[in-house]
């Protein structure tokens, strides 16, 4: 019964979304936010029509559709862009990778220790879980006509695979906040942290240029379409995500690696806006989980943090990432207006929620954890609807006034990023692509 009102309610949100996707960019909306706020319609503080336990007593079900909506969502970022557009971003997200991603944590669990009076241990467990910026809900600010008219083109690329990659990456720092609280040694910490990344990205790497080679000797023979190598790029992800498991490597890394792969073997420039699955995850495929997550809220235990709860949410969204991107602005090489925006829009999401319950799993959590850990996803996920778009207005606006003009209408496409690899990008000034030409293989690219 609870299954056929799940399948009953997504298909008419997949319904409303499809009808008004053009105009849901432009609103203080999102479609994570409608399938939330549908699950709380549904669940027991409302209407109790789905009689589901809550997250914290039971998170087996969330974590296996964390799992597979972030690999399906880390292979559509790897595919978002040109492989050359991914070179030439690959020392800022590096940085991003090895400074903000530990200082998130860092900042996360201080506040979980300072607001809640949790243990360092637990503590370093929240951090951990939390400090990834989220593919799901970024993609919701970066991809769709508005997003590419108003922001720069390194902007998106830029929180598009730092996202995807600081998913994966960050398993190492669960790992280590497991060991810290756990029965798990430090040297098993890091044997398990090394097997974990090093075993993802090979497998990542043999399984996206096999699949790669693959489709391209399809489209020798003419046996491919934009249609099948959708739905491939799809079961590629989840086969990688299966192997992962069996091999107990880096699942959600393997996949990101896999689609960098396939990208670079396969489909060259003229093939990425064909394989892109960006639709089918942003509006459609994060409607379940999202309808799921808000028909399981743990009301109960957040009523029992009192006013902490809501000071933790907001401490979170506006101390974990935005003061660490400002300290970074000169590295990075980005203006002030790029830094302010990408520091808040990092979203907390669906990989805090896989590796909270990945927690779980291996460890007798307290329910504080959770029920805190949910929170901030909650409130990141409405925070970041509600501002997504006015967002985009105010940087726009905020960089045509620098500039001096009006920006230039978009081409619908991220091709037309050119800096040369190490150039410092296109800071304070809108985005111009009319009359430079589009990106072309460079050697070695597969394209």
């Known amino acids: 019964m609870s299954l056929d009102i799940v399948l009953a309610v997504v298909g008419a949100l997949a319904a409303v979304v499809a009808a008004l ?4 960019r432009r609103m203080p909306v999102s479609e994570p936010l ?44 790897a595919l978002r862009y040109p492989i050359a557009s991914v070179r030439r971003r690959w020392r800022q997200v590096t940085l991003l990778l090895l400074v903000a991603l530990p200082a998130m944590a860092l900042v996360t669990g201080a506040l979980g220790w300072a607001l809640l009076g949790l243990p360092v241990a637990a503590a370093a467990l929240v951090g951990a879980a939390l400090a990834p910026t ?11 006509d508005p997003a590419e008219r108003d922001l720069p083109a390194h902007d998106r690329q830029l929180l598009s695979l730092e996202s995807g990659a600081n998913d994966g990456l960050a398993l190492p720092l669960v790992v280590a906040a497991i060991a810290v609280a756990g029965p798990l040694t430090g040297s098993s910490a890091v044997a398990e942290s090394v097997w974990q990344v090093v075993g993802g990205v090979v497998l990542g790497l043999a399984a996206g240029w096999v699949g790669g080679r693959a489709l391209r000797l399809g489209e020798e023979h003419g046996a491919t379409a934009s249609g099948p190598v959708l739905l491939f790029t799809l079961v ?5 995500l299966g192997l992962s498991g069996l091999l ?20 060259g420039n003229e093939r990425v ?56 602005k000169r590295p990075l090489g980005l203006g002030t207006a ?16 896989f590796y ?25 996920t409405v925070a970041h609807a509600l501002t997504g778009a006015p967002g985009r207005v105010l940087f726009r606006r905020a960089v045509s006034g620098r500039a001096g003009q009006q920006p230039p209408p978009s081409l619908g496409t991220d091709g037309g990023d050119h800096l040369a690899d190490g150039d410092p990008p296109d800071v304070g000034r809108p985005e111009v692509t009319v009359d430079e030409p589009q990106d072309h293989p460079e050697p070695g690219s597969g394209g």
């Open 21 to 24: 996707s053009a105009r849901i």
């Open 34 to 77: 409608l399938g939330l706020l549908a699950g709380v319609a549904l669940g027991p503080q409302v209407t109790a029509a789905l009689e589901l336990p809550s997250l914290v007593d039971d998170h087996t079900l969330m974590h296996e559709a964390a799992r597979i909506l972030l690999a399906v969502s880390v292979m559509a970022v």
């Open 134 to 144: 989220d593919p799901v809900l970024a993609a919701s600010v970066v991809t769709g």
């Open 236 to 240: 590629l992800a989840l086969g990688v």
């Open 248 to 267: 107990k490597v880096d699942g959600v890394l393997a996949v990101f690696v896999a689609g960098l792969a396939f990208n670079a073997a396969s489909t």
């Open 273 to 328: 806006g064909e394989v892109s699955i960006d639709e089918a995850v942003n509006r459609f495929a994060v409607l379940p989980l999202f309808l799921l997550l808000g028909a399981t809220l743990p009301w109960q235990h957040w009523a029992e943090l009192g006013w902490r709860a809501p000071v933790l949410a907001l401490g979170v969204l506006a101390l974990r990432r935005l003061p660490v991107l400002l300290l970074l």
């Open 338 to 353: 790029d830094v302010v925006y990408l520091g808040w829009f990092g979203p907390v999401g669906v990989s805090a929620l």
């Open 356 to 380: 909270l319950t990945l927690e779980a799993e291996r460890l007798p959590l307290e329910p504080t954890l959770l029920a805190a850990g949910s929170l901030v996803v909650v409130a990141s």
